[in-house]
């Protein structure tokens, strides 16, 4: 399975912005996908995560009623609406992916990064 993430940025805090990751290669219907970030001189932490169907999401206490993690099957494609970013918010952000009886994420992204900051 690759994945490819995309759509970081600079963007100032209180802006929104989207990331996806795209997945070939694999059957992505069968794939738990996930977002992690690591900010500069921090342990890469996670973000969100969803089920293989969509039906369940686990968000951050860090970032939850801000970010929002969602996917397309049809597509191949796991995204993160990020909402009223902040500085902390500052990182390299990978998306991963594990089977659904998997423990730990096998496949991982080669990260974007996105940068808030007036």
């Known amino acids: 399975v690759q994945l490819q993430a995309s759509g970081g940025g600079l963007v100032q805090p209180g802006d929104s912005l989207t990331l996806s990751c795209a997945a070939s290669?694999?059957?992505?219907?069968?794939?738990?996908m996930a977002w992690l970030r690591q900010a500069p001189g921090k342990e890469r932490e996670p973000v969100a995560s969803i089920t293989s169907t969509g039906s369940h999401t686990s968000i951050s206490d860090s970032v939850k009623g801000r970010f929002t993690i969602s996917r397309d099957n049809t597509k191949n494609t796991v995204y993160l609406q990020m909402n009223n970013l902040e500085p902390e918010d500052t990182a390299v952000y990978y998306c991963?992916?594990?089977?659904?009886?998997?423990?730990?994420?096998?496949?991982w992204g080669q990260g974007t990064l996105v940068t808030v900051s007036s």
């Open positions: 991963a992916a594990k089977g659904r009886v998997a423990l730990k994420y096998e496949y």
């Open positions: 290669g694999g059957t992505f219907s069968q794939l738990v």
